[in-house]
């Protein structure tokens, strides 16, 4: 028997927020609810089909799934045989819109099972959430 293996890569979307008087670009984070795994599903799909046409569709057909997105914090998780990560980690890079909206996709980490990129994402929103207090914490005093 043979057994399949996968990477998980977790990703990041930033959205550029207005440009302020300064030349300096600042991003938020957070999605619009609408941005569902269906939604990016098909955008990354169209997007390794126009980038790498029929063969690269036909590579990453059968084991392109995204197991995790969360709108609150713009990150999700996707699965993709082990062969052909490189190929979804450039189409997400290719990425430059969702639903009208300007947007930059970064993968954060690739890894080969799902619990390690789990504990990435929460590794991450817990330091977010510290940051958060610390900056309460700083403007009270």
Known sequence: MVRLKNRWLLFEIIYPSQPSSSNIIAFSTPSSPSVTTKLL?????????????DHGSGLVSSSLAIR???AATSTGIVRVSRDHYRLVWAALSFI?????KECV?????????VKKAEEEILR??????????VGRIGKRV
């Not at 996709?105 to 099972?113: A, D, F, L, P």
């Open 41 to 53: 599903t098909d955008v990354l799909r169209q997007q390794i089909s126009h980038n790498f046409g």
């Open 68 to 70: 995790y997105f969360s």
């Open 96 to 100: 430059r819109e969702l639903e009208g």
């Open 105 to 113: 996709v970064v993968v954060r980490r690739v890894s080969g099972t």
């Open 124 to 133: 991450r929103d817990k330091d977010a959430l510290r940051s958060v207090k």
